[in-house]
């Protein structure tokens, strides 16, 4: 406590952690990855919760107040609940929060409440079984709705969803999730589809964008209005529906970029460190964290490497250039 905060050289204050906890997952969303033949990186390379905990404890000394939890499919991940207690035992953090396909929450969920997790956002694109089938390639979709409602009767501070929105194929599917959402209290999150596909399918005239979303939803409930930020560091922009269905999101990493606000860093699951999640460039931190580095020589390493942080992507110029790894392997 009492550091310097975490800053880069375009003063912008870093104190949001995203781990990764795996990049395995149990289903296989094609916007993310491939449908068979997936590489998964070796066990022995994935970092301990133990390693994990004492990386954010040294974050959290250099101010990190939020982390969220991700993956792959951070539930598949044995013994979950127990990392999460690990985390929110950290002096300094406000707000623990998840990301889930939530197949597995039915089962999890409590227990993760249990632990202290505070947030959970679930995603799910589609309400119709033979349309999760064909965009997941797995036939989840009751365990993934059962999972939803147990969350929502776990008492956690909120539950949002999220869905990837993709030209071509999730038009159908937008009206009826923000329908289920508005029916149940929670905030729908649209998320444009972004270039960190495992197939490379990716391209510019396959985002469904946050304007043409806006459109369908309020030819479907009406007018909505923009909800001036309270916090303009977070991602989405949000709007209200004016007939009282609640709020909507949008993550418009394509559109509306927000780079100029972004405060995240995030470890891998194979302890990278990196700035951004369309980074080229990564940091080790598992070597020195193996190596028996003392926190000072690992504080220095993450102060580095937000110092050395890129103004933002390029998504929308010519020089663009995917990441190495897609977003399973990343953590989204
Ligand atoms: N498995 C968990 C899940 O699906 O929520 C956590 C990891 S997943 C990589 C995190 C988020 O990334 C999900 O909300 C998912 O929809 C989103 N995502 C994956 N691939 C994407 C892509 N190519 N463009 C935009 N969002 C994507
Ligand atoms: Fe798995 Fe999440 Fe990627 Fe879908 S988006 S394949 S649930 S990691």
Redesign the pocket.
């Known amino acids: 406590m009492g550091a310097q905060p975490l800053v880069d050289t375009y003063q912008r204050i870093h104190d949001n952690l995203r781990i990764s906890v795996t990049d395995r997952?149990n289903i296989r969303?094609f916007?993310?990855m491939p449908e068979r033949e997936v590489q998964f990186i070796e066990r022995r390379e994935i970092l301990t919760y133990e390693e994990m905990a004492r990386f954010a404890r040294i974050a959290a000394r250099l101010g990190v107040r939020k982390i969220r939890v991700?993956?792959?499919?951070?539930l598949v991940r044995r013994d979950l609940p127990k990392f999460i207690g690990m985390l929110a035992a950290i002096g300094g953090i406000e707000d623990l929060a998840l990301?889930?396909?939530a197949v597995l929450l039915k089962e999890m969920a409590r227990p993760l409440r249990d632990a202290g997790l505070r947030r959970i956002?679930v995603?799910l694109d589609t309400l119709d079984r033979s349309r999760f089938l064909e965009l997941t390639r797995r036939d989840d979709l009751p365990r993934v709705l059962e999972g939803i409602e147990t969350a929502l009767a776990a008492g956690f501070d909120s539950v949002k969803l999220?869905a990837?929105a993709v030209k071509g194929v999730t038009e159908p599917d937008i009206v009826p999730i923000a329908r289920y959402c508005r029916e149940r209290g929670m905030e729908a999150r649209f998320?444009?589809?972004?270039p960190?596909?495992a197939q490379a399918i990716?391209d510019r005239t396959r985002v469904l964008l946050a304007d043409d979303i806006l459109g369908e939803l309020a030819a479907a409930f009406g007018p909505l209005e923009p909800i001036p930020d309270p916090d303009p560091r977070a991602p989405a922009s949000e709007y209200r529906y004016l007939d009282g269905g609640g709020t909507v999101g949008f993550i418009a990493s394509v559109s509306r970029p927000f780079c100029l606000n972004c405060n995240r860093i995030r470890l891998t699951a194979d302890g990278k460190l990196r700035y951004c999640l369309f980074a080229i460039e990564e940091t080790d931190v598992k070597g020195l964290l193996r190596a028996g580095a003392p926190d000072a020589d690992i504080e220095a390493t993450i102060r580095k490497t937000v110092a050395g942080k890129w103004l933002g992507h390029e998504i929308n110029s010519a020089k663009f250039v995917p990441p190495p790894r897609p977003?399973?392997a990343i953590?989204?």
């Open positions: 997952c969303c916007y993310c991700t993956g792959g499919e951070p990301t889930t396909n956002n995603h999220n990837v998320i444009e589809f972004m960190l596909d990716w977003m399973y953590g989204g």
